[in-house]
């Protein structure tokens, strides 16, 4: 990997060498370990998350040494520089038409997709369920046993290349039309709500205690979190912003499997 790496990093500070066979192999070299899994560009690292900055680097790299191409499925044609992930049935996932992936993203074993996109450079994790135009950006990273519902939009990051991606770790509940951008953190078997919007600005409050507890970027594990309001003072006046809010937490001696839709059902909310 550092082999690869100090190539990537060179052809970075020098695009003239993007015209070179060698480069142009090690660019693709990378997003073939990318398709793969063997890489990754964000991975855990004890509580934290590392992000590998030399493989988004290689992700962009690769758009400028491609060339456009028609691609014709049945049909359906598409005209694009970047191959469709292909090879399902011996990846042991299961893809709805339409559903696209793109080469270059990562699909575990018993992933299903619904009409759905996966980018390049994401990584989706076994079991988990990408539901009905839901959308995961590229270089997010979706955990095991997810379930991302209809209509999700999970935010793709490739520059700044310091910036996360966004994480949604294991066995967590992704309601109808959320949307998580700009590297949020969702910690494992938390659940959101419908339409609940995250963004690093996002205040995330926990509104179960006695007294009101902020989070910015993360929530925490086995949340239980709404959408919400707060009022801010404006020059013109008053006005409400939108929060998101925790309510709860999702009890553990409720099954997992179960719990998806029990945990925010025990608070009256909607799925």
Same mark, same amino acid.
């Given at each position: 990997?550092?082999?690869?790496?100090?190539?990537?990093?060179?052809?970075?500070?020098? %695009?003239?060498?993007?015209?070179?066979?060698?480069?142009?192999?090690?660019? %693709?070299?990378?997003?073939?370990?990318?398709?793969?899994?063997?890489?990754?560009?964000?991975?855990?690292?004890?509580?934290?998350?590392?992000?590998?900055?030399?493989?988004?680097?290689?992700?962009?790299?690769?758009?400028?040494?491609?060339?456009?191409?028609?691609?014709?499925? !049945?049909?359906?044609?598409?005209?694009?520089?970047?191959?469709?992930?292909?090879?399902?049935?011996?990846?042991?996932?299961?893809?709805?038409?339409?559903?696209?992936?793109?080469?270059?993203?990562?699909?575990?074993?018993?992933?299903?997709?619904?009409?759905?996109?996966?980018?390049?450079?994401?990584?989706?994790?076994?079991?988990?369920?990408?539901?009905?135009?839901?959308?995961?950006?590229?270089?997010?990273?979706?955990?095991? *046993?997810?379930? &991302?519902?209809?209509?999700? !939009?999970?935010?793709?990051?490739?520059?700044?290349?310091?910036?996360?991606?966004?994480?949604?770790? *294991?066995?967590?509940?992704? !309601?109808?039309?959320?949307?998580?951008?700009?590297?949020?953190?969702?910690?494992?078997?938390?659940?959101?709500?419908?339409?609940?919007? &995250?963004?690093?600005?996002?205040?995330?409050?926990?509104?179960?205690?006695?007294?009101?507890?902020?989070? %910015?970027?993360?929530?925490?594990? %086995?949340?239980?979190?709404?959408?919400?309001?707060?009022?801010?003072?404006?020059?013109?006046?008053?006005?409400?912003?939108?929060?998101?809010?925790?309510?709860?937490?999702?009890?553990?001696?409720?099954?997992?499997?179960?719990?998806?839709?029990?945990?925010?059902?025990?608070?009256?909310?909607?799925?």
């Amino acid at each position: 990997m550092e082999h690869l790496r100090g190539k990537i990093e060179e052809a970075w500070e020098n %695009r003239e060498l993007l015209k070179s066979d060698d480069t142009q192999n090690t660019i %693709r070299e990378v997003i073939e370990l990318l398709d793969k899994g063997t890489l990754r560009v964000a991975e855990p690292d004890g509580d934290n998350w590392k992000v590998n900055e030399w493989v988004k680097k290689a992700v962009v790299l690769y758009f400028p040494i491609q060339k456009m191409e028609t691609i014709e499925v !049945g049909p359906f044609e598409f005209h694009d520089k970047m191959k469709l992930k292909t090879n399902y049935a011996d990846l042991g996932v299961r893809v709805v038409p339409h559903a696209v992936a793109r080469y270059g993203a990562y699909l575990s074993k018993g992933v299903i997709m619904m009409p759905s996109y996966v980018n390049i450079g994401a990584y989706v994790d076994a079991g988990t369920m990408v539901d009905t135009w839901a959308t995961v950006g590229s270089c997010a990273q979706i955990g095991k *046993d997810v379930h &991302l519902s209809g209509g999700v !939009g999970i935010g793709g990051v490739l520059e700044p290349l310091q910036a996360a991606p966004v994480v949604i770790e *294991d066995g967590c509940f992704v !309601g109808s039309r959320c949307i998580v951008v700009e590297g949020v953190r969702v910690r494992k078997e938390a659940v959101l709500g419908a339409n609940v919007v &995250l963004t690093k600005s996002t205040k995330i409050i926990d509104v179960s205690g006695d007294e009101p507890i902020e989070y %910015r970027g993360e929530v925490p594990e %086995r949340s239980v979190v709404i959408p919400g309001s707060y009022t801010k003072e404006f020059p013109a006046g008053n006005y409400n912003v939108p929060c998101a809010l925790i309510i709860g937490k999702r009890k553990p001696s409720t099954d997992l499997k179960t719990s998806l839709n029990d945990a925010l059902r025990e608070y009256n909310v909607a799925v």
